[in-house]
């Protein structure tokens, strides 16, 4: 999910491995850009600016792109659109395009790294086309929320949340969430395609609903990698201390077959003890529905993890 230390762990996973980094596959904006225009926009002070390391590559680097244009086969309705694929779901023109990414990579004789933002309601989809080797890094929800704030892009990702809510507004595991919040806030309901397609989508409900979608949404991908094959990793323990970037650079070895220095991952959420809550119940209601009689393996979450995501289940 956002800003939980992907970018972190995947520039450092690019930067001692033969991969090619695949930044964000799924993100809008890939096809509206050329390769000169994304070199100017990730340039080392912007990249400084949303705290993600500064490296000899860039977001985009690895990506093939037309001449002139954008990505090749990226299409803008990939980012939210379709957001929940089961295994057996047919994406074509998504499959095309991850696998040339794919095709990509291996012209170079370069293993793909794919580091998604937007494929958590897609992992079983994901998992069925691609086979990969899958980590899964997860932070807990305050830490998530105080990092949205403090690079003021709250709106943005929280219009996000509630952008994949209204477009898959029929999907089963978010329709009963969908009704309860278009019921409650007539602005949301009545959004036009124009205002759900950006950032004002966050002040069409009130902050105790806002809060409520993305820690339903923070369950819901967290429950989508409970499985035994995911390396689920606490983004806190990266850099906690010595040990715990030993152990998480061991993981990964074991996991993944991948060299990683953790030794500047920074101390997330340090002394952060807090238990997010839904401030209205139903969504705890919601949340049991959405998961009834689904194998969730929870033994590869760290302790502070489970906690977390068992008092949402409890609710």
């Known amino acids: 999910m956002w ?5 972190y762990l995947a520039f450092s996973l690019r930067e001692r491995n033969p991969v090619a980094l695949f930044y964000e596959p799924l993100h809008e904006d890939f096809s509206k850009f050329t390769r000169e225009e994304w070199d100017r926009f990730s340039e080392p002070a912007v990249a400084a600016a949303r705290r ?12 093939p792109f037309l001449s002139g244009a954008g990505v090749a086969g990226h299409r803008e309705e990939f980012a939210f659109r379709r957001f929940v ?3 057996d779901a047919d994406a074509p023109d998504l499959a095309d395009y991850l696998a040339g990414l794919m095709r990509h990579a291996s012209t170079t004789g370069r293993r793909s790294l794919f580091k998604f933002c937007r494929g958590f ?5 994901l ?12 932070r807990k929800p305050e830490g998530m929320r105080a990092s ?10 929280y219009s996000g949340y509630l952008r994949i809510l209204a477009l898959n507004r029929n999907e089963p595991i978010l329709a009963p969430v969908h009704e309860f919040v278009a019921a409650s806030h007539r602005d949301y309901a009545d959004a036009d395609e124009a205002r759900i397609d950006s950032v004002a989508l966050a002040g069409t409900v009130s902050p105790e609903t806002i809060g409520d979608v993305f820690l339903y949404f ?6 989508a990698h409970a499985d035994p094959e995911v390396l689920t990793l606490d983004a806190a323990a990266l850099g906690a201390d010595a040990r715990s970037r030993a152990e998480g650079a061991e993981a990964l070895a ?33 949340l049991r529905r959405a998961l009834e009689g689904a194998r969730l393996d929870t033994r590869g979450f760290s302790a502070a993890i489970a906690r977390q995501f068992e008092a949402l289940l409890c609710e």
């Open 52 to 63: 993600h390391p500064v490296k000899s590559f860039h977001y985009l680097s690895d990506y």
């Open 121 to 125: 309601l897609r992992q079983s989809w």
């Open 3 to 7: 800003r939980t230390g992907g970018t």
């Open 148 to 157: 949205y704030a403090r690079i003021g892009a709250g709106a943005y990702f």
């Open 85 to 87: 694929l089961v295994a």
């Open 254 to 286: 074991r996991h993944a077959g991948l060299d990683v220095d953790l030794s500047d991952a920074l101390a997330l959420d340090a002394g952060n003890t807090e238990i997010s809550r839904f401030r209205q119940p139903e969504f705890g209601r919601f």
């Open 127 to 138: 998992k069925a086309r691609l086979d990969p080797i899958t980590v899964y890094l997860a």
């Open 218 to 223: 923070w369950a819901l991908a967290l429950a």
